[in-house]
């Protein structure tokens, strides 16, 4: 018989994640501030929690996912008794130092903690894209791997608590330059009279792909670079890349375009030429970053 669980939160995530419970034939409870929000899970048989401590009490397994560490602290902290002898898992987004705090003080109430980092959107769930990065102590993991595996590919981690929330804050990072690039550009490319966002973004993607496949040389050559010292494989001028840099801006502000978006690229560029370097590579630029030096 599959594992009792209680869902804490029922936001766009939540619903998703005990919507996806429910499907797989999980007894499900759930508790939401605003309770409305559980009536269609309700409808396909969850369990209405009339309060956190009955929704707590209801489960071995704990699932919370609310707006950040606070509200996850608010809602814990009145009924901290419930939780002895039960499992706690925080797929609530927040920094390893939140993840370290929350960790120790729900071990302080007898209880076992996870941490987790959900790579999902909430209609992504259950499906085979989305993967969930979990943290912690790897008996308790092993003890729900099944149960996690309802919500996509588990993947944990490590004991180190923090390491879900990193590496989940750290994907996050590589998205937004994703993002932020996407709109730059198509906002470069509206500038022309009839240019269409779609059409553009057709080469966008084919071009931003090809790249995306060169990133795990360029991670061989930051480990490599960290174990031996060794030359890297993949480098460029760095006058060449400044160049097509100063370009880029030109083009920009031709198109009426703000130029802001784009310093994070110059300032890694212009840092690497004032340390001395001729040469662009991966490692020198994590090297650079590593350092902290704004
Ligand atoms: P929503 O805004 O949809 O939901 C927020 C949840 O937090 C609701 O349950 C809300 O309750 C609750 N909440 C907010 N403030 C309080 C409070 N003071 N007391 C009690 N409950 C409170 O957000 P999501 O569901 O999208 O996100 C939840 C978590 O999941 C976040 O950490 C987010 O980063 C993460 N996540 C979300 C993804 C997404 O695509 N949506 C992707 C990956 C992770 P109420 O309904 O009463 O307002």
Not at 213 to 227: G, I, S, T
Request: with cysteine; net charge negative; proline share 3%.
């Amino acid at each position: 018989s599959k594992t009792p669980v209680t869902v804490i939160g029922l936001g766009e995530m939540g619903q998703a994640l005990a919507g996806a419970l429910l499907g797989s034939g999980h007894p499900t409870t759930v508790w939401n501030r605003t309770a409305a929000k559980a009536d269609e899970l309700a409808g396909r048989g969850a369990v209405r929690a009339g309060s956190v401590a009955d929704a707590v009490t209801a489960s071995p397994l704990v699932v919370v996912c609310l707006l950040d560490y606070a509200t996850v602290r608010a809602a814990l902290e009145p009924v901290a008794e419930r939780l002895r002898g039960r499992t706690v898992v925080n797929l609530t987004n927040g920094s390893p130092a939140q993840a370290a705090e929350l960790a120790a003080w729900v071990a302080g109430q007898g209880a076992d903690y996870l941490d987790g980092g959900i790579m999902a959107v909430p209609t992504t769930i259950a499906t085979e894209e989305a993967f969930v990065l979990y943290s912690g102590d790897e008996r308790v993991f092993a003890a729900h791997r099944e149960t996690f595996e309802v919500f996509g590919a588990a993947k944990y981690l490590g004991a180190d608590i923090g390491i879900a929330s990193l590496y989940d804050l750290a994907l996050l990072d590589g998205m937004g330059f994703l993002f932020n690039g996407f709109h730059h550009s198509v906002a470069m490319v509206l500038s022309r009279e009839g240019a269409s966002a779609v059409e553009f973004t057709e080469l966008l993607v084919t071009w931003l792909t090809n790249m995306a496949k060169v990133l795990p040389a360029l991670a061989a050559d930051v480990d490599a670079d960290r174990r031996e010292g060794a030359e890297p494989a993949i480098t460029q001028g760095l006058d060449v890349q400044l160049a097509a840099d100063v370009n880029i801006r030109e083009a920009a502000r031709e198109a009426g375009v703000s130029t802001a978006e784009l310093a994070p690229g110059t300032a890694i560029l212009k840092a690497l030429l004032a340390a001395g370097h001729k040469e662009w590579s991966a490692p020198v630029t994590v090297r650079h970053l590593r350092s902290g030096k704004d």
